[in-house]
């Protein structure tokens, strides 16, 4: 749990300098969500059965899988930065993650365009806390992932709390997916996937007890949409994006609350390669977003709060 001596540390500046090769000013948007789905070697990051029951829920059976050198390519041409990570499962699947350290390596490659998170399955204990700090200091990644529902624990079980605070004291953001997931939908048992871990209320008490770890709760939240934008609300370092849905079926609550209390917290993300920001670019683009807002969804809020922007 948090040291309330460090309490006098503003979050809102990340402990990180900016990524000097990546020009904000001359970004579209920044997409705080998408996902490497293969490694350099081939290996997926899930079992063939978990990404068929994505491919089917989300109906994008057959389409490639990009590499993160095709990622950089794609978000080139689009004059955009996309957030890419991968998810560490193994304690749950038995299934090998893809390291941390190649997506990070990868990402180098491409630092105008690219921006590391890491995935580190919390049941890992002080070892995911040691990789946690090598990641940041030696590989530069900026934030980490957690999917609850995959990963099968809580965010507010004590197990995840000693990640959670090197996460805080190295000034990274930690994003959560939330609400239903399409992995594993369709499957029986749902692959084994329980969706209760992924409520946002859960992740309310990890706002309390790290008041300075930045989150990001991820998706509309179905069945939990209020629930996250009472906790977005209520806690004031966490934010919401807005990928795995198209924004014509976003809740309207939830553009509500965007257009206003949450105008500064809301982040553009896509859930590349299932939804392309193309796809959720043209949707957004007819959503009753004010004009004043939809630059701070498609990158303000983004810059500010990976610490992309220079002094």
């Known amino acids: 749990m948090s040291d309330p001596a460090k309490q006098e540390r503003d979050p809102s500046s990340p402990a990180l300098a900016p990524a000097p090769a990546l020009d904000v000013d001359a970004l579209t948007a920044i997409d705080v969500h998408t996902h490497a789905e293969i490694s350099k070697d081939g290996h997926g990051a899930l079992s063939p059965e978990l990404f068929g029951a994505s491919a089917a829920y989300f109906k994008t059976e ?23 990570f991968t998810v560490d499962a193994e304690h749950a699947t038995g299934h090998p993650r893809i390291a941390n350290e190649e997506i990070a390596e990868s990402c180098a490659a491409h ?25 940041v200091r030696e590989h530069g990644v900026r934030g980490f992932k957690f999917h609850p529902s995959i990963q099968a624990f809580a965010p507010d079980d004590t197990l995840a709390y000693p990640l959670y605070e090197a996460i805080e004291e ?9 609400g239903q997931t399409g992995i594993g939908a369709g499957v029986p048992g749902g692959g084994g996937i329980r969706l209760k871990y992924s409520n946002p209320m859960l992740v309310d008490d990890v ?52 257009n206003s209390l949450l105008k500064d917290k809301v982040l553009f993300g896509s859930d590349y390669p299932v939804i392309t920001p193309d796809r959720w670019l043209a949707d957004f683009e007819r959503l009753d977003i004010k004009p004043e807002v939809r630059p701070k969804i498609l990158k303000e809020n983004a810059a500010r709060l990976l610490g992309l922007l220079k002094d």
């Open 62 to 84: 057959g389409h490639r899988q990009p590499t993160i050198e095709e990622m950089a390519r794609y978000y080139r041409e689009r004059r955009m930065a996309a957030v890419v």
């Open 111 to 135: 630092p105008d365009v690219l921006i590391p998170f890491a995935s580190i399955d919390p049941h890992k204990g002080r070892a995911g806390v040691r990789e946690a700090r090598r990641l």
């Open 170 to 178: 190295l000034g990274v953001p930690a994003l959560f997916h939330t």
């Open 207 to 258: 706002a309390v007890d790290f008041p300075h770890l930045r989150i990001i709760l991820a998706h509309p939240s179905f069945p939990w949409q209020d629930e996250a934008l009472a906790v977005a609300t209520h806690k004031p370092y966490v934010h919401i994006d807005l990928s795995g849905w198209s924004p014509k079926y976003f809740p309207p609550q939830l553009v509500r609350y965007a």
